[in-house]
């Protein structure tokens, strides 16, 4: 399948574009330097009806394909990463399950309310001691007196201090990948954010830690069917990392715009950087592979868009894009000089914010795992 975009995608970019140059371009850095996570620029994007493309119109969305998701990252990543992984999470991990496995009643209670940005949303699978072995949570929801009370600690959760809306998981039948189950709600009491996580880049995201302390959910907030809810999860997933691909595309494409910028304004022994051919290749590199992972990114996205299997091409989409990213970040850099490494041009925020592609939604291992799965079947379990 040859991925290709419409004039809507097309517009819909240049909305993206226009409003990131005016409210986020001017503050990036700054709010990068002081750890400041915009949740009022969550909302505005609300407000532009950015935060619903894929929310069918009869929910308060704008009923546009999982593309128009990934192209919305896409363009926010470059500009400033955390923001993207926010849009990225609330639409792709927590709209999308309820669009696939939520009943009628929970779409309409909390569907038009994350497509205004009135909820924004936040996916808690991650425990301290289950990251890339899901199977091995350990929360706990026990039905009592006709609610779920779910107890445990969730980590790593991005948009996790502030989020009103949280997709769960927790653990209602026996160990191992059967007896999770998952369920939707919003915030109330019992569900508290400890604390944010320090971290190497990402800083305008919220990471937090979130523990369920008696936390109490409706039944009817049970998501899709008892003890499936890994599936769930890991069916969101394959649908989450075409998102993240989108992220490194656009982390990727800031970094071979700053190179290029710079390569062309800084002199050196008579004339522009730009005319040395050790400053040309890893440019010319960098722009190959990055539409080369655009291409794969968007293939992944029009197969989920199509309601096709789409695991393996995100899996593949994500390993690719998010290597270009941190190398693209790297050939800034390197592009930069000293000032690479200095705050001043962002080269260096790029560098840390690029990283975090290979490690969520699936470390890059973990990619490589599911492609080898998809391609060798049992064989490759062993
Ligand atoms: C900034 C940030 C935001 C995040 N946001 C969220 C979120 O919103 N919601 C959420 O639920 N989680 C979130 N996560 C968690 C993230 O998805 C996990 O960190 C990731 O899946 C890896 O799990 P882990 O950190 O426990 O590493 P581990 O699973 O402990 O892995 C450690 C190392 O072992 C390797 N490894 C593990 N198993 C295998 C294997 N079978 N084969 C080969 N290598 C293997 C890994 O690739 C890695 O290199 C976030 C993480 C970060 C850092």
Not at 140 to 166: E, H, P, S, Y
């Amino acid at each position: 399948m040859i991925p290709a975009l419409s004039d809507v995608h097309e517009d819909l970019s240049a909305l993206v574009r226009d409003f990131c140059e005016r409210e986020i371009a001017p503050h990036t850095a700054d709010w990068d330097r002081t750890h400041h996570v915009p949740v009022p620029v969550l909302r505005q994007l609300g407000d532009l009806g950015v935060l619903g493309v894929i929310i069918p119109e009869e929910h308060g969305g704008a009923g546009l394909d999982y593309t128009a998701l990934c192209l919305v990252v896409e363009e926010l990543a470059r500009h400033d990463a955390g923001l993207s992984v926010a849009v990225a999470v609330h639409g792709g991990l927590c709209a999308a399950p309820l669009l696939r496995f939520g009943s009628p009643e929970q779409q309409a209670r909390y569907l038009p309310r994350l497509a205004s940005g009135e909820l924004l949303g936040a996916y808690a699978l991650t425990e301290p001691d289950a990251g890339s072995d899901t199977a091995a949570i350990r929360a706990q929801a026990v039905l009592d007196d006709g609610q779920w009370r779910l107890d445990g600690t969730k980590t790593w959760i991005t948009n996790g201090g502030f989020a009103d809306f949280f997709v769960l998981f927790a653990r209602t039948g026996g160990g191992g990948a059967k007896g999770v189950s998952a369920f939707v709600s919003t915030r109330a009491e019992g569900l508290g954010s400890s604390h944010e996580i320090p971290k190497l880049g990402l800083h305008t995201s919220s990471t937090a830690e979130v523990v369920l302390d008696g936390f109490r959910v409706a039944a009817d907030d049970l998501l899709g069917v008892r003890d499936d809810g890994l599936k769930i999860a890991l069916a969101t997933l394959d649908g989450g990392r075409i998102t993240i691909a989108a992220q490194a595309c656009g982390i990727a494409r800031a970094a071979l715009d700053l190179a290029c910028r710079y390569a062309a304004d800084r002199h050196a022994f008579g004339g522009p950087i730009a005319r040395f051919q050790g400053v040309q290749f890893p440019i010319a590199d960098i722009s190959a592979r990055l539409e080369g992972a655009r291409l794969l990114m968007l293939r992944a996205a029009a197969l989920r868009s199509a309601g096709k299997p789409h695991g393996l091409a995100g899996a593949q989409a994500k390993l690719i894009a998010s290597r270009v990213a941190v190398d693209a970040a790297d050939v800034a850099v390197q592009t930069l000089g000293g000032y690479g490494y200095s705050a001043e041009f962002g080269a260096e925020r790029l560098y840390r914010d690029a990283k975090i592609t290979e490690l969520y939604e699936g470390t890059s291992q973990i990619q490589r795992l599911v492609i080898a799965r998809h391609l060798l079947g049992a064989a490759a379990r062993g």
